[in-house]
């Protein structure tokens, strides 16, 4: 009898080891991975203003922190009047393009109530713009004439207190660029303009000019292949001449050959 029960326990014991030598070994998990990257759209996006200085000519303005702690604490003029309105538009570096070629329309629409603010911005009418700027837009002015079309200017130079005055109106950047950053406009190297035919009359692009939406941008090809083909015909001959358009609106183009300072000076209006 002692010797069953001695068999017993050691089969018992030899049934034991062998379940040991096959239990499955144990592994501790991996460490979820570190998440340390933000995706494209967690990023914050940042919205594109309605004038846009070309990264390629645009000096830098947001590392100038002085200069703008000077600007917040002596903010430009409302009002415009007699700011340096008796120098000669020559003598402050500009070019009257109306002397230069009388055959260019202008319609300077922030000289009257006809613009998006429904009010008069400019004291009086006139195109100044840099000098090689104006001679690029004649030489494109005289390109569309052999065709029998031309140019219409609806914005030239925009002096920074009339830039003071349109953030007034309309103080948000997605539709004009605060006077402290300062816009191509008030550097004497942009234009807004259009397209007319031997009669005068503006060809089709889609929109009025200063018209905020879809329907004004470059990239929008849903558009009639009318109104397609008499933008590109606005942008390529601007662009060979060294304009540059934005993508935000048809009518807007930036000088890139060379950069000016934003100036303050206003012309005047007796002359």
């Given amino acids: 009898m002692r010797n069953c029960a001695l068999l017993i326990l050691l089969f018992a014991a030899a049934c034991g080891s062998d379940q040991s030598a096959h239990r499955p070994v144990e592994v501790s998990p991996a460490p979820a991975p570190t998440e340390t990257d933000i995706s494209d759209e967690q990023a914050p996006s940042v919205k594109e203003k309605m004038e846009e200085i070309p990264e390629s000519t645009a000096p830098p303005v947001a590392s100038n922190a002085a200069a703008d702690n000077t600007a917040s604490a002596a903010p430009l003029p409302r009002s415009a009047n007699n700011i340096n309105s008796t120098v000669p538009a020559t003598d402050r570096g500009f070019t009257d393009l109306a002397k230069m070629d009388a055959s260019i329309k202008l319609d300077i629409k922030y000289a009257t109530a006809d613009n998006f603010t429904k009010s008069k911005i400019y004291d009086c009418p006139r195109c100044l713009l840099r000098p090689e700027a104006a001679e690029a837009v004649i030489k494109a002015h005289k390109a ?103 993508r935000t609106e048809w009518w807007h183009f930036s000088y890139q050959s060379k950069v000016w300072p934003l100036s303050d000076y206003v012309w005047p209006c007796d002359n």
């Fill in 144 to 246: 569309l004439k052999k065709n029998g079309m031309g140019l219409k200017v609806f914005d030239c130079y925009r002096p920074r207190p009339y830039q003071q005055r349109l953030w007034d109106k309309v103080p948000n950047p997605d539709y004009v660029t605060p006077p402290v950053k300062g816009s191509m406009h008030s550097r004497g190297a942009a234009v807004d303009l259009t397209i007319v035919d031997a009669n005068g009359k503006e060809l089709d692009m889609g929109t009025a000019y200063d018209f905020f939406g879809r329907e004004a941008h470059t990239d929008n090809y849903n558009l009639p292949q009318k109104v397609l083909t008499n933008r590109r015909l606005l942008r390529e001959t601007m662009a060979a001449v060294g304009f540059k358009g934005i």
